[in-house]
């Protein structure tokens, strides 16, 4: 557990003077990380034997050790001590939730490479074995999307979030095979590994990922999806409305390129799915 969150946990059993050392590490963490003793104290309004003994009693050895760990405490990100204020009411987090869901559509809608997609495409739909790769919680979604999108066209997909299984699928992939990998970070070292072994053994690999990043780097075909997302903590990421596009893009241009295999396919599902649960063709297509 990192200082600062020690001090959240522990701030009731603070004194008076403690929880106003506590307060001003907690709200304003830059003077913190920055400030000598005195100015610190001086801030708090106590005294530098104050603000040792609230060291000391963080298990830190001084105040330099105290500041040492501090600093630390800025890979995991400011934005999570102090989220900011913003309107809690349903009709504002709704306007708040579609607005950058609209804006993450657009904007990748202005950045979108028609050309890379439409090579990838055809890719897809000529490739022996697809094989969906992603972990954590958004890939994970995008690789399992894939296999729900491709399959119903007639394509040969799966999908896979474990690390161990991408590493043994990739190495045993044939040249005919393709692997299509997401990271919303681009810096998932695994599914980076798992392209090296695929490309090796002579697969095509393709990436959805932030641009120049470690996994698109290790990628044959890439297609980027570089978007902000703002610093609210509490509001699900926005990007992944546009991984969820970008699979839609790809299936349907995958579904162009044999438009006759996919439409048998569609109407085999469809006649089951009329067959044994709607009674009827009205439901959503495809679904």
Same mark, same amino acid.
């Given at each position: ?11 009731e ?97 202005d ?29 994970s979604m995008?690789?399992h ?29 044939? $040249?005919?095979?393709?692997? @299509?990998?997401?990271?919303? /970070?681009? !810096?998932?070292?695994? &599914? +980076?590994?798992?392209?090296? %072994? *695929? ?28 978007? $902000?997302?703002?610093?609210? @903590?509490?509001?699900?990421? /926005?990007? !992944?409305?546009?991984? &969820? +596009?970008?699979?839609?893009? %790809? *299936? ?16 085999h ?11 009827d ?7």
């Amino acid at each position: 557990m990192d200082i600062l969150a020690r001090i959240q946990n522990e701030q009731e059993q603070f004194s008076q003077s403690e929880k106003r050392i506590a307060d001003i590490l907690l709200n304003d963490f830059d003077f913190a990380v920055n400030a000598s003793i005195v100015e610190l104290a001086e801030r708090a309004e106590v005294s530098p034997p104050t603000v040792t003994r609230f060291c000391r009693r963080l298990n830190c050895q001084n105040y330099a050790d105290f500041k040492v760990q501090l600093a630390k405490t800025m890979f995991v990100g400011a934005r999570y001590l102090n989220p900011g204020t913003r309107s809690t009411e349903p009709v504002d987090v709704a306007e708040d939730i579609v607005t950058k869901a609209q804006n993450a559509l657009y904007l990748f809608h202005d950045a979108f490479d028609a050309a890379k997609a439409q090579t990838v495409a055809e890719l897809l739909s000529r490739s022996g074995m697809i094989h969906a790769f992603g972990s954590g919680g958004n890939s994970s979604m995008i690789a399992h999307e894939l296999h729900n999108r491709l399959f119903r066209l007639g394509l040969r997909v799966s999908a896979c979030t474990d690390y161990h299984m991408q590493m043994m699928i990739a190495a045993a992939a044939r $040249p005919a095979d393709m692997i @299509i990998g997401s990271s919303f /970070s681009g !810096r998932n070292s695994e &599914l +980076a590994k798992a392209f090296t %072994l *695929a490309r090796e053994v002579g697969a095509t690999t393709i990436a959805l990922t932030q641009s120049d990043s470690l996994v698109a780097k290790a990628a044959d075909h890439v297609l980027a999806v570089d978007l $902000p997302e703002g610093n609210n @903590i509490f509001r699900p990421t /926005s990007t !992944r409305f546009a991984y &969820l +596009a970008l699979v839609d893009i %790809l *299936a349907n241009l995958a579904a162009y390129q044999n438009p006759s295999q996919a439409t048998v396919t569609l109407r085999h599902i469809k006649h089951q799915l009329v067959a044994h649960r709607d009674e009827d063709d009205r439901q959503l297509l495809g679904d």
